[in-house]
């Protein structure tokens, strides 16, 4: 009687309002017992991002089995130099995603060796800690400020639900571009007709300098994501939960995916009509107090300045001002997107600082996206290198029409013909094009898939 009574006792706590039980699913120690709802003292649900989750990498799925067995075999170790033209973590990203992918095991080397501060930090650590948790794989040398690292690929087996908290405000949109390709593209440990659902939850800044900020990725690389695979749009679906400002972090994202178990086959894709431009749109957001009055600063420069370059183009104005439950940290931000007739959306951002004044800011965002408009692009400066990828796996012959080439550009491309050296990337001048002023240039980038190669 005794015991019964101490189970019904225990039963009744974990639904007790502001109750923290199973805080350790989350904090250290997994059970097997089914997650109860969190509630606070008003009795609503709490939820998983403001239990806050310990650092680092993990499965929240207790039962999850992890097949080792499935690594790479043999000796051959593909060597990559980090400090290759762009020498920072792009190179780490691309390379380990097409680790996994091909099932290529790697060494990389002099890992950020163009940086002030030199080898792996917060996030580029969590994202290939991800990717080995995605893909069972064997990680040495993944410690926060190492150089060096060999990563063996197994199989792609995501759990249930997977964690990566970087515990600083280290770019979650950067563990996308490092996890995204792995998830559709990468060959899976099980077989049969049944989808494999997950679900990945990261945590670290959402808006970051040096970084796409988290609206970039949701509205305009998934666009195109979408565009070049139309399967991408049912089989991943991406949440913001809470944006994260430097330096706290705190930003919250889940990624949920259903995708089947053979991986997701690309055809090659062709990008080279820009259309006109039908429309312009320029939003500012604001977290806290002190982040309203810079931002609408900011705002009127840039329509000023869009209403004397673009008179014939509609120009659409917001400012989306955050609750406070919608942030940590606080800051503000402005995107400004082109859309035109041909599905093409061009877009360029700027994060406000103390150190910037918002009316520079301005100018400098405007300018860039006119250059992006002027020369005729159907993509911008920023969603150039992030195409690389997808036409190196694609099969059939993939086209895309941009401005100058940017760095990350040309070492998305080299990193990709390290994979497969008989794949060849070229890019070619395009003498003459009515959406292209004349003092701009643009390019045709051209390539037949590694599939097909």
Not at 18 to 46: I, L, M, S, T
Not at 166 to 185: H, K, M, Y
């Amino acid at each position: 009687r005794i015991q019964i009574l101490f189970e019904v006792c225990s039963n009744m706590s974990r639904h007790r309002k502001g109750n923290n039980y199973n805080k350790d699913r989350y904090g250290g120690n997994y059970d097997n017992r089914k997650p109860e709802p969190q509630y606070d003292d008003r009795g609503q649900v709490v939820n998983w991002y403001e239990l806050n989750p310990r650092v680092g990498v993990y499965h929240g799925d207790s039962n999850h089995q992890i097949h080792k067995e499935e690594l790479v075999t043999g000796e051959d170790v593909l060597e990559i130099d980090g400090s290759i033209l762009e020498g920072g973590g792009q190179i780490l990203r691309i390379s380990m995603s097409l680790s996994c992918i091909l099932r290529r095991k790697i060494r990389i080397h002099k890992i950020r060796a163009g940086r002030t501060k030199p080898g792996l930090g917060a996030q580029h650590l969590t994202g290939i800690e991800l990717l080995s948790l995605l893909c069972d794989g064997a990680l040495v040398g993944g410690s926060k400020g190492s150089t060096d690292i060999t990563f063996t690929p197994g199989l792609f087996n995501p759990s249930s639900e997977m964690f990566g908290i970087t515990g600083t405000a280290g770019s979650i949109c950067l563990l996308l571009q490092t996890t995204l390709p792995v998830i559709l593209f990468a060959p899976s440990i099980k077989s049969g007709s049944d989808n494999l659902k997950a679900s990945m939850k990261l945590m670290g800044g959402t808006d970051a300098d040096f970084a796409p900020p988290i609206d970039y990725y949701n509205h305009i690389f998934m666009e195109y994501l979408q565009w070049i695979c139309p399967e991408s749009e049912q089989l991943i679906k991406l949440h913001l939960h809470r944006r994260g400002f430097f330096p706290k972090g705190g930003g919250a994202v889940s990624v949920d995916v259903a995708r089947g178990v053979s991986p997701v086959r690309l055809s090659g894709f062709t990008v080279i009509d820009r259309g006109d431009v039908r429309s312009i749109r320029a939003v500012v957001y604001s977290a806290g107090d002190r982040a309203l009055s810079p931002a609408k600063q900011c705002l009127a420069t840039a329509t000023n300045m869009l209403q004397q370059h673009y008179p014939k183009i509609n120009i659409d104005t917001d400012i989306k001002v955050l609750g406070g439950k919608e942030y940590i940290g606080g800051g503000w931000g402005i995107q400004i997107t082109a859309y035109t007739n041909t599905r093409c959306v061009l877009s360029q951002t700027g994060i406000g600082s103390p150190k910037i004044d918002p009316e520079t800011l301005a100018e400098d965002v405007v300018k860039r996206l006119s250059s992006d408009i002027d020369c005729g692009a159907c993509v911008d400066s920023h969603m150039q290198d992030q195409l690389i990828i997808a036409m190196f796996l694609a099969t059939g012959e993939s086209k895309i029409k941009t401005g100058p080439l940017t760095l990350h550009t040309k070492t998305a491309m080299h990193v990709c013909q390290i994979f497969d050296k008989d794949v060849k990337f070229t890019v070619s001048k395009v003498d003459s094009d009515v959406y292209c002023e004349p003092t701009m240039e643009c390019f045709i980038i051209h390539c037949t898939g590694q599939s097909t190669s």
